[in-house]
């Protein structure tokens, strides 16, 4: 542990095209589908996630769901980097004067 090791998070992403895991501190601590939900006139991203998972064909037909992987590649390019930040967020890094550097390392298929 250096001096400024506040300084910098380390985790690492697994990115799947059922699941995303992401790992922190040593423990899981973000285990989402790896789904988004968009709005079809605006495309807008309205959920990630499991809050994504529950809208897959239940919701107005004005949002679609969407899995930016397919057969292991990444088939949205935009989806799949929106999906990342959202989870990325769920991690819960608290905000200070110093905000952390993240190294992450990510696994894909």
Same mark, same amino acid.
């Given at each position: 542990?250096?001096?400024?090791?506040?300084? !910098? *998070?380390? @985790? #690492?992403? $697994?990115?799947? !095209?059922?699941? !995303?895991?992401?790992?922190?501190?040593?423990?899981?601590?973000?285990?989402?589908?790896?789904?988004?939900?968009?709005? /079809?006139? !605006?495309? *807008?991203?309205?959920?990630?996630? =499991?809050?994504?998972?529950?809208?897959?064909?239940?919701?107005?037909?004005?949002?679609?769901? @969407? &899995?930016?992987? /397919? $057969?292991?590649?990444?088939?949205?390019?935009?989806? #799949?980097?929106?999906?990342? &930040?959202?989870?990325?967020?769920?991690?819960?890094? =608290?905000?200070?004067?110093?905000?952390?550097?993240? =190294?992450?390392?990510?696994?894909?298929?």
């Amino acid at each position: 542990m250096g001096l400024f090791s506040f300084l !910098t *998070k380390e @985790i #690492a992403i $697994d990115l799947g !095209t059922a699941n !995303t895991v992401i790992i922190y501190n040593d423990k899981v601590v973000v285990d989402e589908p790896s789904i988004v939900a968009i709005q /079809r006139d !605006t495309g *807008k991203i309205i959920a990630v996630g =499991k809050k994504a998972m529950m809208m897959h064909g239940k919701t107005h037909e004005n949002i679609k769901t @969407i &899995r930016p992987l /397919r $057969d292991g590649v990444i088939a949205d390019f935009q989806a #799949a980097e929106y999906m990342m &930040r959202e989870m990325i967020k769920m991690i819960g890094i =608290k905000k200070s004067l110093f905000p952390p550097a993240l =190294k992450m390392v990510i696994c894909i298929p």
